[in-house]
């Protein structure tokens, strides 16, 4: 099985049932009604970190108000090594902050990276939801992954984060 970076002490359970409170009740629990920009635009570039299965470093273009590329680079900082990349279509909930996204992607790393690299490759579709306040991007997602190498493993992992938008307002 692919491993992940986790979170030392914390139950990845009470993670999740957080996340999912903050996002379902808009961010407005953490928030408050703070305005929520337009980010969803052509060449928006947000980064930060996601926990969970997979975790890691994050980071998102925008290529169109509904369309956009995420890369994840997870590691546990020893011998395993993973990238993450997926195209996303977002569509807005209707009523709510809340966007609802899904697309392909691609998983390339490497386990053994102290002795003899064991690659994995293999296709992945990221679900999920998200929200904007100010210049933070909220998401809580499930990544489902076919893993070919070294061997056909069908697997499921959950993530929360949040990224930060760069550049202008």
Do not use: C
């Not at 359970?13 to 009604?33: K, N, P, Y």
């Not at 490759?121 to 190498?149: C, D, H, K, M, W």
């Amino acid at each position: 099985m692919l491993r992940s970076s986790t979170i030392i002490g914390t139950p990845r359970r009470l993670i999740f049932f957080w996340a999912g409170v903050l996002l379902l009740s808009g961010g407005e629990l953490f928030v408050g009604t703070a305005p929520v920009h337009a980010q969803r635009t052509e060449g928006t570039v947000t980064i930060g970190l996601q926990i969970g299965e997979p975790g890691g470093l994050t980071g998102k273009v925008y290529r169109s108000p509904h369309t956009a590329y995420t890369g994840l680079l997870t590691t546990d900082g020893d011998d395993f090594a993973a990238l993450y990349l997926h195209r996303l279509h977002e569509r807005p909930l209707p009523d709510s902050l809340l966007h609802l996204y899904v697309g392909p992607g691609l998983l390339v790393g490497a386990e053994r990276l102290t002795g003899t690299p064991s690659p994995r490759v293999g296709l992945s579709t990221q679900i999920g939801l998200n929200f904007y306040a100010e210049r933070f991007e909220v998401f809580v997602l499930t990544t489902p992954t076919l893993l070919f190498l070294p061997n056909f493993t069908p697997t499921v992992g959950g993530s929360v984060g949040i990224r930060y938008t760069l550049g202008g307002s």
